[in-house]
Structure formats: structure tokens, C-alpha cells
């Protein structure tokens, strides 16, 4: 399924406050792993990963490289997960066929109040070279995050 325009603007108009939400990105045994932004009634049921090819590929200028579904574990139902790999979710629907980009965006399918989905941007280059504690995360904007505070960006309802 291509990955068109308008998908990309639903999935970066979803992002809930004043300001987008920063994602969390890090490298564990050589697999990154993404910490998204995610409210209390909020559960993760897939992700993918894509790049943007200047208007060729299989939607408007974006190819999908991997997706998957049925989160393995809390944790990865509770938005930290790895991706380009089996690692996190038990269905792969579409395995990732090239070598890792070192530039690429991950979308994240939620379910909770509303089901939707939200993006984040990924530079492995700085990822690689930053150096995290076991609970930090690095943003694209190069600000080291804990998993708390990557939460604590979104506005959630009142329950």
C-alpha cells in the first residue's frame, strides 16, 4: 500500500498541543529503537518505516521500507519499539528489503480514544554517535529525552 501525501499530512497533523511532539530515537545492539510520544489511553498496533524520494516511488514521493503489526510486548504497546526488524511486533507485512537508511521517518498506528497515526524522523547518524543512558533518547532536533519527558510533550484529556 503506498504511503501518498495527504497519508503524510494525517499522520503529521495528528500530533495533539500547541507544538509537535520531539520522538525519542536511539541504537540498541545496532537496532533502533523509537520511543513515541503517547498519552496514557493510547496503545501502539503497528508501525513502519519510510523515506522520501523526491516525487518517485510508490506514493507521492515516499516508499514505504518496512511495516508491522501486534505489538510483542508492553513495552512495545506502550510506544518503545524497535524497527527495520522482528524484534517488537509479531506480524511483519512488509520486511525491510534494502540496507537501513541513514535518514528515514517512522509512522506509528495507535488506538485509544480515536485510532490514528503520528510520524517522527529519524538521523542515524546522529543517533549513532550520541552517547545515552539506558532511559535517554536522542530527538531529530538533538535534544537527549528521557522516556517520561517524550510523554510529558503531548496533551492528553483529563481521565
Known sequence: MPITAGALVVLSS???GPQPSSWGFRLEGGAVTVAAPLCPSETVV????????????????FTRLWRASDPRSSEAVAGVFFVNT??????????????????????????GDADFSRSGYVDLARVKSAELTDDEFLTYEGKVMTREEINAQRTCPKT
Open 46 to 61: 503497528g508501525a513502519e518505516t519510510y523515506i522520501s524520494v523526491d516525487g518517485e516511488g510508490d506514493g507521492d514521493g
Open 86 to 111: 522482528g524484534k517488537s511486533f509479531g506480524t511483519i507485512e512488509k520486511p525491510l528489503s534494502v540496507t537501513q537508511p541513514k535518514k528515514f521517518y517512522v509512522a506509528v498506528r495507535y488506538a
Open 14 to 16: 495528528c500530533q495533539q
